[in-house]
């Protein structure tokens, strides 16, 4: 009977450390604390806007031109406010939307920027681009003209887009936020004559 009762309590210590092998559960009491101090995050924001130069409205129809003849024009301003709290890069170009592309690429474009040509040539190849500090505000002055009197390019239309577009680089540091302002622009042409 002893020996029986050995042999159960053999099996039993047995089965308690193959389940404590396999269970691979340990407790221990150990406990260490770090503290951290004067840690900062901040989040910022980028975001510019087009405005009226006349009175800082919110402007997204620029160039709205019926009838432009040869050495005709048009001069539109457009006030670019940089309203985050970083510093930004941003790029002008043009993309056609719609209408005659031979008379899209007759129009010409000039930008001025405080009064200094940033820009003069055909409205699809504008590219220009500057950088802003924050709450820095730029105005900028563009003249739309036609300098060519092909016949051909009476009655046409051209709808483009002057894109405003943050750049992802500002003094050489990676730009993660962005932001883009689109000036739509309608010009139709009107009629004219040659030699006449």
Same mark, same amino acid.
């Given at each position: 009977?002893?020996?029986?009762?050995?042999?159960?309590?053999?099996?039993?210590?047995?089965?308690?450390?193959?389940?404590?092998?396999?269970?691979?559960?340990?407790?221990?009491?150990?406990?260490?604390?770090?503290?951290?101090?004067?840690?900062?995050?901040?989040?910022?924001?980028?975001?510019?806007?087009?405005?009226?130069?006349?009175?800082?409205?919110?402007?997204?129809?620029?160039?709205?031109?019926?009838?432009?003849?040869?050495? &005709?024009?048009?001069?539109?301003?457009?006030?670019?406010?940089?309203?985050? =709290?970083?510093?930004?890069?941003? +790029?002008? !170009?043009? #993309?056609?939307?719609?209408?005659?592309?031979?008379?899209?690429?007759?129009?010409?474009?000039?930008?001025?920027?405080?009064?200094?040509?940033?820009?003069?040539?055909?409205?699809?190849?504008?590219?220009?681009?500057?950088?802003?500090?924050?709450?820095?505000?730029?105005?900028?002055?563009?003249?739309?003209?036609?300098?060519?009197?092909?016949?051909?390019?009476?009655?046409?239309?051209?709808?483009?887009?002057?894109?405003?577009?943050?750049? &992802?680089?500002?003094?050489?540091?990676?730009?993660?936020?962005?932001?883009? =302002?689109?000036?739509?622009?309608? +010009?139709? !042409?009107? #009629?004219?004559?040659?030699?006449?």
């Amino acid at each position: 009977m002893l020996f029986s009762k050995i042999k159960q309590a053999a099996r039993l210590l047995l089965a308690t450390a193959v389940i404590l092998l396999f269970s691979q559960v340990t407790d221990a009491d150990l406990l260490d604390r770090e503290e951290v101090t004067a840690n900062t995050v901040r989040a910022t924001t980028l975001d510019f806007s087009n405005r009226d130069t006349a009175n800082e409205t919110g402007k997204s129809l620029f160039f709205s031109v019926q009838g432009l003849i040869p050495t &005709g024009f048009q001069v539109e301003s457009v006030r670019v406010k940089n309203e985050g =709290e970083m510093a930004v890069s941003y +790029v002008l !170009a043009a #993309t056609q939307t719609a209408g005659d592309a031979a008379f899209c690429n007759a129009l010409q474009l000039r930008v001025l920027s405080d009064w200094q040509t940033e820009y003069s040539g055909p409205v699809l190849g504008l590219s220009f681009g500057t950088t802003m500090l924050a709450a820095e505000k730029s105005d900028l002055v563009f003249v739309l003209s036609l300098d060519d009197s092909n016949a051909s390019l009476t009655n046409d239309t051209c709808a483009f887009n002057i894109v405003v577009t943050s750049q &992802g680089v500002v003094d050489g540091e990676t730009i993660r936020f962005s932001d883009e =302002e689109i000036l739509q622009n309608q +010009v139709t !042409a009107g #009629t004219w004559s040659i030699g006449g």
